[in-house]
């Protein structure tokens, strides 16, 4: 067992916050995010005024979505510990939450693509802008499963004294509920279910944040947890007895 | 055991509890807190496009929307018998109430499905305009709600057929918090009805 390797995956969850904010709103601008009800026009003026800095601000949040990795494995070895051996929910959350990465990466390179050339058409640039908003905002499909699958597991926790507190469980379901919407602005250019409207753009962001902390705060606590059970010796590495614990 | 005080409600020697758990409370208001959100969402597009949202609501049946409240308040009446059986340990009977309430959910999602359908029939969707937009989100995320609540009743179910076993424990606490969540999902239901179908 080895905390410090795993609390240094879980600060990943703080970190990535700290690199989204400074490469995605900070830089890139793009919080608030603009209207999907410009015209073709005005997008591309957009990204042929401000290519710059929307580049610049995408390549340092890529690292935002890499960030994301250690901090899912973080939970999942954690969560491992309510299933043992034969740990179907935390390994799903494991394959799911490595999606993250690639559903920041890919609809920011749509977004660099859109300010790579400037004399491309109005209508392409628009396109490519939609191709990187509708998922980023939208994609909320995988989240929701790691959500559903880590509240089902924590509720589901049958040690006296359960891996992770119980609010947590019903905290993550809460949020896995409220990132539904986002998935509906497919069919908005305005309004609050646009991907910058007040429901889909705005509740997500929240809520994906509180989600993001509440679970690092708990998983922290569940790597100390972990580690007095072992006692202190334990850190030096394997001691060659693997109790049910060590699952 | 002998020389304490039998607490009694009045006397305030029992220590403050919670009904359900704690976790559960997070749940529910910060789930009232965010239809709070919407709510007020839809309040201040409903001033800025008065005469839409007006002409909009006409198209919506007010017996239909009392029939979704009856339906929704009498199957709370079920589960509120249901804790009441659990708790002097009838597994018999409480079962059945929560058969019952369950069957007033499946009735008004049944009865929404048709309502909905009727309004795409007609061309009416989420994206005619702001009003149906709304129409369709909160009722939407609401029947969500039910049928999460559904899956959460079937759950008390099985706990309601354990009432007073030895098997049942200190799980008390799940039913009660299984029966708050349903209770919330009719009040949210109350708010939705007026703000939709009843405010001009």
Not at chain 1, 172 to 190: A, D, E, I
Request: hydrophobic share 55%; proline share 5%.
């Amino acid at each position: 067992m080895n905390a410090r390797s795993q609390r240094l995956c879980a600060w990943c969850g703080p970190a990535l916050a700290v690199v989204f904010f400074i490469g995605f709103w900070m830089i890139a601008r793009f919080i608030p995010p603009p209207s999907p009800a410009q015209s073709a026009a005005e997008t591309a003026n957009m990204y042929r005024e401000h290519g710059f800095r929307i580049r610049l601000g995408l390549e340092i949040t890529m690292w935002a979505g890499v960030l994301c990795t250690p901090w899912v494995i973080a939970l999942g070895l954690q969560m491992k510990r309510i299933e043992g051996r034969w740990a179907p929910l935390a390994l799903t959350q494991i394959g799911l939450g490595v999606l993250l990465p690639l559903e920041f990466i890919i609809p920011f390179y749509f977004f660099m693509t859109a300010a790579y050339r400037k004399g491309r058409s109005d209508e392409s640039i628009q396109m490519l802008n939609d191709l990187g908003w509708l998922p980023f905002d939208g994609l909320i499909f995988t989240l929701i499963g790691q959500c559903v699958v880590v509240g089902i597991a924590i509720l589901s926790d049958k040690h006296e004294k359960p891996i992770f507190p119980r609010w947590a469980g019903y905290m993550s379901l809460w949020c896995g509920l409220l990132m539904l919407p986002p998935g509906l602005n497919v069919f908005f250019t305005r309004g609050p279910l646009a991907w910058n409207g007040a429901i889909s753009w705005w509740v997500l962001l929240a809520v994906f944040f509180v989600w993001l902390f509440g679970l690092t705060y708990v998983v922290l606590q569940a790597i100390n947890d972990h580690e007095k059970e072992y006692g202190a010796g334990a850190l030096e590495g394997n001691r060659g007895h693997a109790g049910a614990a060590d699952l | 055991m002998t020389g304490l005080a039998t607490p009694s409600a009045l006397s305030g020697n029992r220590p403050p509890r919670v009904p359900g758990e704690p976790g559960m409370w997070l749940f529910i208001l910060g789930d009232l807190l965010v239809f709070a959100y919407v709510f007020a969402v839809f309040l201040v597009y409903r001033a800025d496009h008065a005469e839409i949202f007006a002409s909009s609501q006409r198209n919506l049946s007010v017996g239909v929307g009392v029939i979704y409240t009856l339906l929704l308040l009498t199957s709370s009446m079920f589960i509120v018998g249901a804790m009441s059986l659990m708790r002097v340990g009838d597994r018999e009977r409480a079962p059945r109430y929560v058969l019952m309430a369950m069957a007033c959910g499946m009735a008004f999602a049944v009865i929404k499905v048709f309502e909905y359908s009727g309004k795409v029939h007609a061309g009416i969707t989420l994206n005619t305009n702001d009003f149906y937009l709304f129409y369709f989100f909160l009722t939407g995320m609401h029947l969500a709600h039910v049928l999460l609540g559904l899956a959460i009743l079937t759950a008390m179910w099985f706990l309601a057929r354990r009432a007073g076993t030895p098997s049942m424990g200190n799980k008390m606490r799940y039913a009660e918090g299984f029966a708050c969540f349903w209770h919330m999902v009719d009040q949210l239901w109350l708010i939705i009805f007026p703000l939709l179908y009843l405010l001009h």
